[in-house]
């Protein structure tokens, strides 16, 4: 429990079986449940996991890969049906420092936030520890995201250390939410859609020696060029011309002297200018 809320942590994993274990162990006692999803690894990632002896601790296993967002989709849906009141994302390949996990409850804890992320960016030595190839790709990424998503506040858009509510979860189309690397950029612009509170906290920044990284650039840059167009547009859709759709549709009911909500006029004139006003 944090601060009086039950909180579940979600461990994504494909063949994670050298940092399984220790990514397990090192999920702060507060946690009242650990979710592992197995994403249909090829190695002992499930029962290497099953071996940590954690408490309240299950493992779900997909039965083909299916990629990152739908492991972490997986786990959301399996918190809920445990009742958690925030679900925390851990990936399995230990890169989240268990330290910053107060830090990213607080916010939500404090009732200022539906969703935290972390920012390692707000960490001077993301420039030291981060790869290269990683910084470079990572902020360009920012930047698209904060434009796709409607969040100008926000960077980091790939750090996948996230808290959520419960509310929110409930309030987004889970089904809906891009499958592979680009979910985070897409869960960000449905967050926006149902005007979600979003915070960043720092986070350390954890590229350990025997990192290893699923992120091909060559199999990545195209479904996430993709994915950041699609989000975009649905949420532009979303935010913009549904609502207008749906006005007009009321406004003109209205008009035939129809039960129908006062809505404002989407065209009321010209705007007075100051000196005739
Ligand atoms: N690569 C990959 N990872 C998956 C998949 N399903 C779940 N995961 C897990 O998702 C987490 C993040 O994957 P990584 O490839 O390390 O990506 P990342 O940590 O965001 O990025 P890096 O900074 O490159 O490490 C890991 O714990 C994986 O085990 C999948 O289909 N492919
Ligand atoms: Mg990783």
Known sequence: MFRGLSVAV???????ERAIKRAIRSIPGLVD??????????????????RSRRRSLEIVRHEANRGVGAAIITGYRRALALGSDVV???????????????????PIASGRADYV???RFLRREVFRVMPKARLVGNVLLSLATRLVSGYW???DSQCGYTAITRRTLEEIDLDRVFARYGYPNDLLARLH?????VEDVPVRPVYGPGWKSGIRLRTVFYPIAWVLLRALAWRLCAEWVLPRKRALGRSHLADDGLPGDSVPALNPGPIPRRHEA
Not at 10 to 16: G, K, M, Q, R
Not at 90 to 103: E, K, N, R
Not at 193 to 197: E, V
């Open 10 to 16: 979600v461990v994504p994993a494909f063949n994670e």
């Open 33 to 50: 449940r650990i979710i592992v999803v197995d994403d249909a690894s090829h190695d002992r990632t499930s029962s290497l996991a099953t």
């Open 88 to 106: 925390v994302v851990m990936a399995g390949d230990g890169q989240m420092d268990p330290a910053d996990l107060p830090a990213l409850l607080e």
């Open 117 to 119: 992320k972390g920012n």
């Open 153 to 155: 506040h926000l960077f």
């Open 193 to 197: 859609a149902i005007g979600a509170r």
